[in-house]
């Protein structure tokens, strides 16, 4: 089980973590609408302090990670105990390995930004307008969820 951790699990996660999320439509006190990400908890928002920052919530942020790594832990699990699994073919290993390699190259470059600011709690107070759930290719548009029915409401 501890070769079937490092070659798939701690792969995967890395893999999935950018790729399936959640949006979060929020209203932070004293600040305009912003749509955050994460699953479950939201960790990440655009910076307001200048144009292509984040901000990142770092306690949020692991627990998200640990969510993902026990999913994939429980996945990986079940399969192995249904099917008896002893060896994991070498070319799932290398292409594990080399997309969350460029994930995680790809994370390191926007983590890098001088202009984020990364805390470990969010400081401000936020009313959660809507929500949803979201791949990583998929776009949000902050005048579509203003205009929809939902957010009147509130």
Known sequence: MKALLIKLIIPLTVISFPL??????????????????GFPLPYVCPGWHTSLSLQLFVLPFTLDLL???????????????????????????????????????GSTLLLT??????TPTRDWEMDVLKTGYEFVWQQQDIVKLLESDTVKEK
């Open 20 to 37: 399936f999320t959640k949006w979060w439509f929020v209203l932070p006190v004293d600040a305009p609408h912003e749509i955050m990400h």
């Open 67 to 105: 969510v993902y790594l026990l999913f994939w832990f429980l996945v990986v699990y079940a399969f192995y105990r249904a099917c008896r699994i002893t060896k994991v073919n070498k070319v799932v290993v290398i292409v594990l390995y080399s997309l969350s390699g460029f994930v995680a190259l």
């Open 113 to 118: 930004n001088p202009d984020n600011i990364i």
